[in-house]
């Protein structure tokens, strides 16, 4: 891995680090952002094609492997891989037991899917960080004839904040959903309105609850992709090593075999995290006072 000798260091970090964005350009219609300011100028409702790909595609491989694991389980000697997934679910199972005090059948279900796509999604970031961006530069060139500068690629969904927010606020609807259903709309707005100084503190009562409340899907994306997004930038920069001579790749493999080791677990920590406070929020959301 080694940044291009036509291009400087931070433009290769910069290439590395934007999405391949396809959306309506105010000058040419809907089209593949060619640099990062055509990127910007397409606005919100632009769609960061590599992270949705890798995101759903993710979730289908994550899909298949626990479905041919459940067809194929046994009571009697059982496979490496139905011991890897028996692993996984008891620990998710625990978690739930262990910060869930509710009755929702879907708790444990919801935590095994956000723990185990999480973690896929983070473990992109092992793959060396040129593999699959020159593959899909070579695609491009080839195929369809663009400028390989003008490919991105990144393959890591969880250093796209679009993908932590969309994650984050898909709980965040959960919690309210369960909220209003359980204790109803009034006691979830009393919730917000009187606690924890009752009716005289109402004003201060409703600024601590709401941003309380509103925190909660902020923290959890930023912490998702604030780690991730360090980490895949650190491994860039070693990669940039590769560049600068025998000795300086010589150190720089030695970094990447060491910070590869570190962040295995940062990405089992993180996935863990995610999980965990979505358990959290949902048990806050089904206490009803």
Do not use: C
């Not at 992270?51 to 289908?60: D, H, R, V, Y």
């Not at 059982?78 to 037991?97: C, K, L, T, Y």
């Not at 444990?108 to 999480?118: M, Q």
């Not at 990447?256 to 806050?284: E, K």
């Amino acid at each position: 891995m080694s940044a291009e000798a036509s291009i400087t260091s931070g433009e290769y970090i910069k290439h590395h680090l934007q999405n391949m964005t396809y959306g309506n350009h105010p000058e040419g219609g809907w089209m593949f952002a060619q640099t990062a300011e055509q990127a910007k100028e397409m606005g919100f409702w632009a769609f960061h094609v590599d992270s949705l790909g890798w995101s759903f595609g993710l979730a289908i491989v994550f899909f298949f492997m626990f479905r041919s694991v459940a067809k194929t389980a046994t009571t009697g000697v059982p496979s490496g891989f139905q011991n890897f997934a028996e692993m996984i679910i008891d620990f998710v199972n625990d978690s739930v037991r262990g910060s869930f005090s509710g009755k929702n059948d879907i708790v444990a279900p919801l935590a095994l899917t956000v723990f185990a796509w999480v973690f896929l999604m983070n473990m992109m970031d092992l793959i060396p960080v040129d593999w699959l961006p020159m593959l899909a530069q070579w695609v491009g060139s080839t195929f369809f004839g663009a400028d390989p500068h003008h490919v991105f690629f990144k393959v890591v969904p969880s250093t796209d904040p679009n993908v932590t927010f969309g994650m984050a606020l898909g709980v965040f609807w959960l919690m309210l959903y369960y909220s209003i259903k359980i204790k109803g709309v009034d006691g979830f707005f009393k919730e917000l309105a009187f606690q924890p100084f009752g009716k005289l503190g109402m004003p201060v009562n409703l600024v601590l609850e709401l941003v309380s409340l509103i925190s909660k899907p902020i923290s959890l994306a930023l912490r998702l992709f604030g780690n991730m997004y360090a980490g895949e930038t650190i491994f860039i920069l070693i990669a940039i090593m590769y560049s600068a001579g025998l000795a300086t790749g010589l150190f720089g493999g030695v970094l990447q075999l060491g910070w590869a080791i570190f962040h295995i677990l940062i990405i089992t920590l993180q996935a863990f995290i995610f999980m965990t406070l979505t358990i959290v929020y949902l048990d806050m959301a089904h206490q009803d006072h």
